[in-house]
């Protein structure tokens, strides 16, 4: 079964950092392209940023670059975002998604509340 699980969302005062994990299991994480997608209240889908399956080509959104920082360990099956400088408009539900050829997997979100 294949499995993708967030953690490390929840309530944080502008400024301050937080850092999503994301496990994955069922499938070879290590083939696959990682990335976080996030979604605001009544917002549609926005990507925030990618890696590749090594770790050695890592891609942000524009607004982004500087504050988060995507890592992930093939070791452990998990992906990272480390999230600093955290601003009212990060505030969204933030997903995994892994992608290799046609395949292509979702976790079910960790919420990142902004607020204080």
């Known amino acids: 079964e294949v499995q993708l699980v967030e953690t490390g969302g929840g309530l944080v005062q502008p400024g301050g950092s937080l850092r999503l994990s994301c496990a994955v299991s069922?499938?070879?994480?290590?083939?696959?392209?990682m990335s976080w997608v996030r979604q605001a209240p009544g917002k549609g889908l926005e990507w925030v940023s990618s890696?590749?399956?090594?770790?050695?080509?890592?891609y942000y959104a524009e607004s982004l670059k500087g504050r988060f920082t995507i890592s992930r360990d093939n070791a452990k099956n998990t992906l990272y975002l480390q999230m600093n400088s955290l601003k009212s408009e990060d505030a969204a539900v933030y997903y995994c998604h892994a992608a290799f050829l046609k395949d292509e997997y979702w976790g079910q979100g960790t919420q990142v509340t902004v607020s204080g």
């Open positions: 069922g499938f070879t994480f290590d083939d696959y392209a």
């Open positions: 890696i590749s399956w090594n770790g050695g080509n890592t």
